[in-house]
T-cell receptor, first 113, second 112 residues
Framework: DGGITQSPKYLFRKEGQNVTLSCEQN?????MYWYRQDPGQGLRLIYY???????QKGDIAEGYSVSREKKESFPLTVTSAQKNPTAFYLC????????????FGDGTRLSIL | DAKTTQPNSMESNEEEPVHLPCNHS???????IHWYRQLPSQGPEYVIH???SNVNNRMASLAIAEDRKSSTLILHRATLRDAAVYYC?????????????FGKGTKLSVIP
């Protein structure tokens, strides 16, 4: 079945460590997104990519980095510069115009050890 | 994106219809109305979207007021699996913003 796969489901980070969250889609979608969700809150955009080899910062990009070398993959690295990384991270993709829906993965829950 | 207002929570009995309201009095002519829902510890799931006319799909119906200042998501027969947080979002296709702006949504509880 087509969809978005995020891995791992749970991730623990030590102080000073960079960690990378995986997002893969087989929907042939051009646009991909990373959001962060804190408990009881809505989603906030970290980075997005409209096309391969191009990406833009969202509202809360500081302390995060991304790459988009392949259409199917949009990994997110949480760097040691992100001082409050504990959150639920969601990856999404979209095809077509801006009015088309986004399709989400099941998320990665990141915690600090 | 323009702002939406939803009740914090609603309850429904299983097998009964549910009407989830959303107010968007500052909606512009190019704003689409999108609905998503999110189950605990899962990513949001797209439900339905529309511009001016009422819309139906296998999951739900979307009723849009004639002046477009409000809309209602209709679940025809609530099941326990419909218990989730429902988000009403406006998408301006003419703007440069690409993100979905999720508010706090409406938490729907379904009573067996």
């Amino acid at each position: 079945d087509g969809g978005i796969t995020q891995s791992p489901k749970y991730l623990f980070r030590k102080e000073g460590q960079n960690v990378t969250l995986s997002c893969e889609q087989n929907l042939n979608h051009d646009a991909m997104y990373w959001y962060r969700q804190d408990p009881g809150q809505g989603l906030r955009l970290i980075y997005y990519s409209q096309i391969v080899n191009d990406f833009q910062k969202g509202d809360i990009a500081e302390g995060y980095s991304v790459s988009r070398e392949k259409k199917e993959s949009f990994p997110l690295t949480v760097t040691s510069a992100q001082k409050n990384p504990t959150a639920f991270y969601l990856c999404a993709s979209r095809t077509g115009g801006n009015n088309q829906p986004q399709h989400f993965g099941d998320g990665t829950r990141l915690s600090i050890l | 994106d323009a702002k939406t207002t939803q009740p914090n929570s609603m309850e429904s009995n299983e097998e009964e219809p549910v009407h989830l309201p959303c107010n968007h009095s500052t909606i512009s002519g190019t704003d689409y109305i999108h609905w998503y829902r999110q189950l605990p510890s899962q990513g949001p799931e797209y439900v339905i979207h529309g511009l001016t006319s009422n819309v139906n799909n296998r999951m739900a119906s979307l009723a849009i007021a004639e002046d477009r200042k409000s809309s209602t998501l209709i679940l025809h027969r609530a099941t326990l699996r419909d218990a989730a947080v429902y988000y009403c979002i406006l998408r301006d296709v003419g703007a440069g913003s690409y993100q979905l702006t999720f508010g706090k949504g409406t938490k729907l509880s379904v009573i067996p």
